[in-house]
């Protein structure tokens, strides 16, 4: 047997900061067991510590960029999760069908989405909710994270300038209007079922399938 093992792990400093508080969100929502896709899970740390808050369920990570399945890998196999948590799959939510097998549609009970849609054309979004449906069943749930723009709420200057900035990297990115998602969202057959304020500035938004 092989027992080199090679350290893969990115470390994405907003994942530790963030984490808990999303986690507390999640507990109001994920059922005691089941599996649960994270999308554009990035370095893979907050996959793992999803996983090892929630002992009882299957936490699947994804993410479209090698380098980021091989840090969600070498995460996975640093924390000993391995026999729990499956290994990522490789999911550009634009390139469809997503490659989901039929019988691991069957255990999805949520779809969970952290900090992409910003950073990420718009089509991105779209075609997110159209495929999430497809793996979804009725009340299921749709979570969004991140910073948005919402009409009823100044934008923090700290948003404005995170904005500009990802606007400067790619004309294609930028905060979304909540108002925009939400209607690319009931376009899909999901209603909004929460909105909630997260600390620095970003927002928990969870959807269900109708
Ligand atoms: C800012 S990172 C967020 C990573 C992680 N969710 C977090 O909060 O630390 C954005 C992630 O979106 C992923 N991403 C970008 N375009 C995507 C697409 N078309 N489909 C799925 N993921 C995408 C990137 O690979 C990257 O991992």
Redesign the pocket.
């Known amino acids: 047997m092989d027992n080199t093992y090679l350290d893969e792990r990115l470390n ?1 400093p ?2 530790t900061r ?1 984490r808990e508080a999303i986690a507390q969100v999640l507990s109001n929502y994920i059922s005691a067991n089941g599996l649960f896709l ?6 893979g ?2 996959g793992v510590f999803f996983q090892k808050t929630f002992p009882s369920i299957i936490w699947q990570t ?4 090698f380098i ?1 399945r091989k840090s969600i890998i070498s995460w996975i196999n640093y924390l000993g999760l391995s026999s729990k948590m499956p290994e990522p799959l490789d ?5 469809r069908p997503w490659p989901i097998t039929n019988s691991l549609s069957s255990l999805i009970k949520g779809i969970v ?4 849609i910003h ?3 718009w089509s ?1 979004t779209k ?2 909710f159209e495929e999430s449906k497809c793996y979804l069943e009725q009340n299921h749930f749709l979570m969004l ?2 910073p948005f723009l919402m009409k009823e709420k100044q934008t923090s200057e700290s948003n404005m300038n995170f904005d500009q900035s990802l606007k400067l990297q790619n004309p294609q990115w930028g905060l979304r209007h909540l108002d925009q998602v939400n209607k690319i969202a009931f376009k899909n057959g999901f209603k909004l079922d929460k909105v909630i304020e997260m600390p620095a500035n970003n927002v928990s938004v969870i959807y269900r399938l109708s």
């Open positions: 994405f907003s994942t963030n994270e999308i554009a899970s990035g370095s740390e907050h994804s993410d479209p960029e980021h999911i550009d939510v634009e390139k989405c952290i900090n992409m950073i990420s054309p991105c075609a997110m994270y991140g």
